[in-house]
């Protein structure tokens, strides 16, 4: 120990010796520190690039899982890769952490050795006395100049920043841009969808009709006979009727007058590009017409069976049509379409091809298709939500409900409730969405916690018929011919009433009254209250599966056979 | 004290890695597992509280006892290596005296926001002592001063045009946490620390990167954050201006040796001027004229500038980014959900209350923008007289406002205090 002392006493004062030492300490400790930090950087890089967390072999088995959820193989393969993944990322935290250490240690050695040297250094003036006063004089007109420049590139900086910025909050401009469609206001002065303007058959028409008898004639303005088979839905714009049919030859368009029934034109949908020299699968249920047009007041657009799609101004002149391929559907497709600003939305649910589907109002091209390759099959028509904050198209099939932006097809939010072959469409009210298929249940979602269900129901349930909500109570028709009123906020069931005929129609609310049309054609009137109170039923004269179109002091029924116009 | 350099430069350097460790992502339950309500950590007990404030009047009564009567750099570098310890390292670098002025003035125009009295003390106890000692403060009680002046290893002298450019960076920064700070924006200054994230091993990518760079230029430019950013340090230089017993280079009289003139790591030393003023005397006074009637112009010019700025501004409100947010989702201009808007919808307030605050919100900020650009107006014209006007010196003397009084020119003046010229040989400097 005492040598260990004399040893470094000589040390300390030996400086050439120390200055040496401190020398190749400092190049020694540097190209150390340099190399650990470019292999710091380098290991950096690499986890960036194939982050082991986020590894796309481990995010495509979790896709298939998802529509593969027994698959145990899946599972342990999903666990093995999980594990793998995890060491990896924990290796990696290791040698971010020992390198770290080394590269201080290294960093330090090399900062203690260059202040030790540079300690022993003086810092000497020059000595260039009128070097130093042209210097001064030459210094103070540059750094003026320099201080004026800078500032004016500030001021033109923040001139220019002024120019570019665009304050959203104040001017809607830009909010509107997207928005190319008719308003809401306009909407809810028509029927221009499947189930109302707001697609969740809710029905904003006053001094509607609540007695008539379609064999005597009673409170039947007019009636004609359906040209053409089709199970689609009546829908109105201004003094315009629109819908469609079809059968194993051809498919048309049909516009009738309002006021009197009559056929003010009539289209055949053909020579459509991609059109199948096949027939589509359909039962006598669905037919080769069942969804329902949709028309944004410009146009008219309405999809069939086989898969064509078109697009008629409301004179009736051709714009486009294209096919959107054969849908491979043991019912045959049935889901409606909706209108979006400038889009077009479909829910084109078929075979091993599941997707919504945007296409441009204007030409009939693709803006947007998302695969929804995670569920099955589905027959319901898509629920649109505006108008009171976030839009949402709302999508119901197995296993999942999805909410979509309808600008972009971005996914929003899921939830994982629904089960068998889903016909029934959502319904929506006051912040809430209403899914029902039989075998499954009726469960609610709140939009802003969409990922539990507020609460669920699982005793008659729908089969075909959707359900209608207002902000209080939800109301289910069940195509055995019970109708179950809940509380929409608890789903306490309220009332339910047994009919003696089932519906395929869904209901509709107008006020607080609610139309409901049996598959016989009677339309039962039933007040939307905690108890059961019918008001009124009244025979079409002829069985119906469609859903009424209401206008203000009319109702537009399509039964079977005929067309329908109910008023005074 | 060796050792003690050695493990306080060992715990500031190994934090410049730490921040690209990643947490563990957070399972994502499908069973209906609610995750426990999140624990926030009680707030520091008031008697440690005091504590730092006790520490804080300790170490500047120390620093300014080394730097004023023991004039010893070595001493100082000690109270250096003390406050990263305590300041950085333990106390994780908040709160400190720089990022207190944002509290101070959100205080002034929040009348619901009680301003602890240990903030208060932590603001003005610099203040205090900087008014009566210079900026002993800067010597070695800030930590973020103290993490840059350890790396300092060749230190070169910026040219002055640079060097009085990037002087005008610390009121543009200082405006700026102000605006934001008075409108409830939030405290910049803390938000874009440099050297927070070594002291808490923690800290974003640009946070750590800034910090690493501004380390990594400091070792050839003294203290670049101090000099160029540091909005603290504009009060500090404005304070130390009026100090009456600031350290000086000479114990006693200066001989005019020039043996100190480049010892000045901060270029805080003025040296000795000619007789002549080296310009004609009428052109000085009519150019200080000029600059004198431009000097509204310039402020009311920069004022409507910047209040025109006042969209992007009041972005950096939390509420006004919300508003913009919930606007571009429901416009589905954006298709992406945040927590924010997801939180806000939840709740079921009001947008429009919401777009109602943002707005007023946005008039703050349009005002404070007025009031912004007319300050900086007035420092720009201030700065230009500064380059104009010429001050007559007959000694080397320390710039006032600059000087951080760190003690290295000290063992550069060969006179001891009783006036006496000595000789050192191989005095190491630190």
Known sequence: ?568 | MKKWIFISLLLFVSLSFTQVLQRFPKPDFQSGYERPVMQTPAPRSLVLEYLDVGVLLLVLSLTTYFAHRRRSRRLIFTMMIFSIAYFGFFRKGCICPVGSVQNVVYSFFNADYVIPLTVVLFFLLPLIFTLFFGRTFCAAVCPLGAVQDVVVVKPLSLPKWLSSVLSLFPFIYLGFAVLFASVGAGFIICRYDPFVGFFRLSGSFNMIFLGGFLLLLGTIVARPYCRFLCPYGVLLNWFSRLSRRHVRITPSVCINCRLCEASCPFDAIHKPTTAEIPEDKIVLVRRIILICILLPLMMVSSGWMISRLYVPLASVHPVVSLAEEIKLEDSGLRTEVSDATQAFRAAGKSTADLFAEAHAVQQKVKTGGWILGGFLGLIFGFKLIRLTAYRRYSEYEIDQGDCLSCGRCFSYCPVDKNGQTIIRLNTEVT
């Not at chain 1, 529509?67 to 093995?80: G, P, V």
């Open chain 1, 1 to 568: 120990m005492v040598k260990m002392r004399l040893l470094f006493k000589e040390l300390a004062e030996d400086r050439p010796l120390l200055r040496k030492m401190a020398q190749r300490t400092a190049w020694i400790s540097g190209v150390f520190a340099l190399f650990l930090s470019v292999l710091l950087i380098l290991n950096y890089l690499q986890f960036k690039t194939h982050d082991p967390l986020h590894s796309p072999a481990l995010t495509q088995l979790m896709q298939q899982l998802q529509s593969d959820s027994e698959n145990q193989a899946l599972k342990e393969q999903i666990r093995a890769l999980d594990l793998l993944a995890r060491k990896a990322f924990f290796i990696h935290q290791w040698q971010l952490r020992t390198g770290s250490f080394l590269l201080l240690v290294s960093i330090i050695l090399m900062l203690s050795a260059i202040k030790y040297l540079r300690s022993l250094e003086r810092i000497l003036p020059s000595f260039d006395s009128k070097a130093a006063t042209d210097e001064l004089l030459l210094d103070r007109l540059s750094s003026r100049r320099l201080v004026i420049w800078s500032g004016a590139a500030l001021v033109l900086l923040a001139f220019v920043a002024g120019l570019l910025s665009e304050n959203q909050l104040k001017d809607p401009k830009a909010v509107e841009l997207a928005k190319t469609g008719p308003s809401l206001e306009e909407l809810r002065q028509n029927w221009p969808h499947f189930r109302g303007p707001d697609t969740n058959g809710h029905a904003y028409a006053d001094s509607l009709p609540t007695t008539w008898n379609g064999s005597s004639g009673e409170g039947i303005l007019w009636k004609v006979k359906s040209p053409k088979p089709g199970f689609n839905s009546i829908i109105v714009w201004g003094s315009k009727l629109f819908f469609s049919g079809a059968d194993e030859q051809t498919q048309s368009l049909y516009c009738l007058d309002v006021t009197n029934g009559n056929t003010i034109w009539e289209r055949e949908i053909k020579d459509v590009p991609g059109h199948p020299s096949e027939l589509p699968d359909v039962t006598k249920d669905t037919g080769f017409a069942a969804p329902t047009c949709a028309t944004d007041g410009q146009n008219l657009y309405t999809l069939f069976a086989n898969g064509d799609i078109a697009c008629v101004d409301l004179q009736g002149n051709f714009i486009w049509s294209k096919n959107l391929g054969l849908p491979k559907n043991h019912y045959g497709h049935s889901s409606s379409l909706v209108t979006y600003n400038d889009l077009l939305l479909v829910q084109y649910d078929h075979g091993e091809s599941k997707s919504l589907l945007a296409l441009r109002k204007s030409n009939g091209k693709t803006a947007y298709q998302t695969k929804r390759n995670d569920v099955q099959l589905s027959w319901a028509s898509p629920l649109l939500v505006q108008g009171s904050g976030r839009d949402e198209i709302i999508l119901s099939a197995t296993p999942f409900v999805i909410a979509y932006h309808p600008s972009t097809g971005k996914e929003i939010w899921r939830n994982k409730c629904m089960d068998g072959e889903v016909a029934p469409s959502p319904a929506y009210a006051a912040g809430r969405v209403f899914v029902v298929n039989e075998y499954a249940r009726l469960a609610a979602i709140d939009i802003a916690n969409p990922s539990i269900p507020l609460w669920i129901y699982e005793e008659d349930l729908s089969e075909v018929s959707s359900p209608v909500a207002n902000d209080e109570l939800v109301f289910m028709p069940s195509s055995y011919g019970t109708l179950t009123c809940l509380d929409a906020l608890t789903g306490v069931k309220q009332w339910s009433h047994d009919f003696d005929t089932g519906f395929y129609s869904s209901p509709i609310i107008a006020g607080d009254t609610i139309y409901l049309m049996d598959l016989k054609g009677v339309t039962h009137l039933i007040k939307a209250a905690r108890e059961y109170q019918l008001i009124g039923e009244n025979a079409l004269g002829e069985s119906a599966v469609t859903i009424p179109a209401f206008m203000t002091g009319r109702i537009y029924i399509r039964g079977d056979e005929h067309i329908y116009c109910i008023g005074s």
